[in-house]
């Protein structure tokens, strides 16, 4: 018998401040350092630029701002998480990546009404591992519809020529 359900789920965890986040290690391209970022004009104040990874222009969201959290300068441990969004490839600027974990799927719970301070529209769940709380983040929300059209929009005009 081949069972279809999802039993477990593989996460990466990340901080932002003293909170714990985590989204699914599928949804994942990869966990970069920051790089070099240009600026954009008239972007939402959450976008801190655009950098150019192997030839594709990829925005930079900064999740501290998009989640009124308070600014902090960037850490040594601070990355990059690459992943897909609205089929486009975006930049999540976090704190630090921390581990890998399993959860089971009937371990995450639905998020609580106020999770430090964050939005329940960012997030998927929660769950406890190791008697800390992991905040799943719902990438399909990080960015409305609109801003992914006017995210794609610059990625195209910007991407016309690689930088070197």
């Not at 999802?6 to 909170?19: P, Y």
């Not at 704190?95 to 639905?110: F, G, W, Y």
């Not at 998020?111 to 929660?126: C, F, K, N, Q």
Request: glycine residues 4%; proline residues 6%; aromatic residues 4%.
């Amino acid at each position: 018998m081949v069972e279809t359900d999802i039993q477990e789920i593989q996460l990466a965890c990340f901080r932002l401040g003293d909170a714990t986040f985590a989204a699914d290690i599928m949804r994942i391209k990869e966990i970069i350092k920051p790089q070099r970022l240009t600026r954009l004009p008239k972007t939402p104040a959450f976008v801190e630029g655009v950098i150019n990874l192997r030839g594709s222009v990829i925005p930079v969201i900064d999740l501290r701002m998009r989640f009124d959290l308070p600014d902090r300068a960037p850490l040594e441990e601070s990355r990059l998480l690459v992943v897909a969004v609205a089929r486009q490839l975006v930049g999540l600027v976090v704190d630090d990546v921390t581990e890998v974990v399993t959860v089971h799927a009937h371990d995450i719970k639905p998020p609580p009404h106020v999770a430090e301070g964050i939005s329940t529209e960012y997030l998927i769940g929660v769950c406890l591992v190791r008697d800390s709380l992991i905040m799943l983040l719902n990438l399909d929300t990080i960015l409305t519809s609109r801003e992914t059209s006017t995210l794609a929009g610059f990625s195209r005009v910007t991407g016309a020529a690689p930088a070197r």
